[in-house]
């Protein structure tokens, strides 16, 4: 059991049976009566946020939360197949649980997949991964024109700018927190 003055900014609790993340904390002490503690929650099911404020003398159960490392093996259009790097069971999650990441995600990645009570929740990339630059246009010495960037598109088909010196075919280290350039890979 987590106590309300256990709670801090990124801790996770369990309130009506689901997980919730701790986004913002506020501790106050009011003249007389107990201390209050206001967090700014995140249901990490749903993704839905909002305020609430717990007295001193509430108990939390902790969330039942596992990470697994899978490796991402293939989409047919509206599930994502993972499988276990243990032992080879596969699990399915929708576009929804895999968000954002889709945009880096390319087959035999290996990523950690959040579970609640046995059921996936969500994905955990890498920092940075190397993608290759499947299109982009023509850098023309002497071009200062068109600024410091133009956009290139990757093979999982995200856009991003990059330097105009990057041409088709390099391969791109990406920042996956951001989505942004880092740098050109050596082959």
Do not use: H
């Not at 576009?95 to 996936?120: R, S």
């Not at 994905?123 to 068109?146: C, M, Q």
């Not at 010196?165 to 951001?178: M, V």
């Amino acid at each position: 059991m987590i106590e309300s003055g256990d709670l801090r900014k990124g801790a996770k609790i369990e309130l009506d049976g689901e997980p919730y993340l701790i986004v913002q904390f506020e501790f106050s002490k009011p003249g007389k009566g107990q201390a209050l503690y206001k967090c700014r929650l995140k249901n990490m099911v749903t993704g839905v946020q909002f305020d609430k404020t717990f007295r001193s003398s509430e108990k939390f159960k902790q969330p039942d939360l596992d990470e697994l490392e899978m490796e991402y093996l293939y989409s047919d259009g509206e599930q994502y197949c993972f499988m276990n790097t243990a032992t080879y069971e596969q699990e399915f999650l929708t576009a929804e649980q895999v968000g954002d990441t889709i945009n880096f995600l390319k087959e035999n990645t290996i990523c950690n997949i959040l579970l609640f009570e046995g059921t996936p929740i969500g994905i955990s990339l890498p920092i940075f991964i190397n993608l290759r630059v499947e299109n982009t246009d023509p850098w023309v010495k002497g071009d200062t024109a068109s600024g410091d960037s133009k956009p290139a598109t990757l093979e999982t088909g995200y856009v991003l700018q990059v330097p105009p010196f990057i041409e088709a075919g390099d391969r791109l280290k990406i920042d996956t927190r951001t989505g942004e350039y880092v740098e050109r890979v050596k082959e």
